[in-house]
């Protein structure tokens, strides 16, 4: 089920400090009230560590780019945080309207069509958990076999020291570092899959629309064989049925891109510097170790991030058409006329495909995706001549 997934997903939110849970009675809450002041800060504590960093220290020209990318990657998940608490209200509306009647399948198609949406959700957020997870782990861990004089902390900031860090007081520091590092990663998962998922959610309900409206005529005479009412009345009263399902679809899909619309700005922007700077260091390296390793998965990381919007976004937008294709091919010469030119004015609204994202700024369709990775090859080809 979507719930399940994204109940699993702002759980996780929860215990990162960015989510608080509706239940204040629960211990999900409790856990929430100790993150939101243990865990939560050291993100914005290593920011501006960072940011000291790049000031203070005296960083050589990849050191620099790195420790610049690594910063906008945490701060990018702060603004997710942010994100979250300032459209909390609306956020609080969409969880709520999952539970519509409307969106409830009825009968064993619309199981079926349901359970395959759920098992992709499940499936993909496996795939998530590995591919991000393993990043971290491959990040945080190299200090661990590299010798004691060649150590590095998993993200650069000003230390008060020069030269080589004592041991003891290296893993007192890359406790806090891999700690805000992790925090980072669970806020990526929940918030950006929570997208994926809601979208997905989204697709499917068009799905169950196109499949009732095929199925319309059907249901309108098996309501008057089981009722003592006519035909036409029973047709009106599935067709606004419909109808009323569509308004839900529209509405629950404009309620997501007012929620969310602020982080796929800063999403996507933050994608565009991230995919330019990491090639043009990529292009620029000629050894073969671990840091050309780290790179390559936080590249791969980050085509992966923006590929999720707009893949999902796209696929909503496919299935928002189809559903103008499912009208003209239901059994509506059946109908009666006056069903028929109901139908007329369902069809017409239905021409107009549903887009997820912020006012002109940024639509998620994989056309934007291919744009963002033209404008960065544009760039970085800029980067290398001069």
Not at 63 to 73: G, P, Q, R
Not at 215 to 242: G, Y
Not at 249 to 274: P, T, W
Request: glycine content about 4%; overall charge positive.
């Amino acid at each position: 089920m979507v719930i399940d997934t994204l109940n699993e997903l702002f759980t996780l939110m929860t215990i990162a400090g960015a989510w608080r849970p509706l239940d204040q009675l629960s211990v999900k809450y409790r856990i929430y009230n100790v993150t939101r002041f243990v865990l939560l800060p050291m993100p914005f504590i290593i920011v501006t560590g960072m940011i000291l960093g790049l000031i203070l220290n005296n960083l050589d020209k990849d050191e620099m780019y790195t420790t610049l990318l690594l910063m906008l990657t945490v701060e990018n998940n702060t603004t997710r945080a942010v994100g979250l608490w300032m459209n909390r209200k609306h956020l609080v509306q969409l969880l709520g309207m999952l539970s519509s009647p409307y969106a409830q399948p009825r009968g064993k198609s619309e199981i079926e069509i349901e359970k395959s949406y759920s098992e992709f959700s499940r499936k993909f957020l496996n795939l998530v958990y590995v591919w991000v997870g393993g990043s971290w782990f491959i990040w945080v861990l190299p200090p661990f076999f590299q010798k004691k004089d060649h150590r590095n902390l998993p993200l650069t900031v000003w230390l008060p020291h020069e030269g080589p860090i004592p041991d003891r007081i290296f893993w007192w520091l890359w406790i806090p570092d891999a700690a805000s590092f992790f925090i980072s990663v669970i806020i990526i998962i929940g918030h950006d899959i929570s997208i994926a998922t809601i979208m997905s959610f989204v697709s499917c309900q068009f799905d169950l629309l196109a499949h009732r409206v095929r199925c319309m005529t059907a249901e309108a005479k098996r309501r008057a064989h089981r009722s003592s009412r006519s035909i036409e009345a029973c047709e009106k009263e599935v067709i606004v049925e419909n109808v009323n399902h569509h308004r839900y679809i529209l509405e629950f899909a404009d309620l997501l891109s007012k929620s969310y619309g602020c982080s796929m700005i800063f999403q996507f922007s933050n994608c565009f510097i991230q995919l330019t700077a990491n090639t043009y260091l990529l292009a620029g390296t000629t050894t073969i170790d671990v840091q050309l390793l780290m790179r390559l998965i936080f590249l791969s990381c980050m085509f992966l991030q923006s590929s999720i919007y707009c893949y999902f976004g796209d696929h909503l937008t496919n299935k928002s058409r189809e559903l103008t294709y499912a009208l003209f091919t239901a059994d509506w010469i059946d109908l009666c006329l006056r069903s028929k030119k109901d139908m007329l004015f369902m069809t017409a609204r239905t021409m107009y495909p549903v887009y997820i994202g912020k006012a002109f700024f940024i639509v998620l369709s994989l056309n934007s995706f291919v744009q963002i990775l033209r404008i960065s090859y544009g760039v970085f080809n800029v980067l290398r001549q001069t």
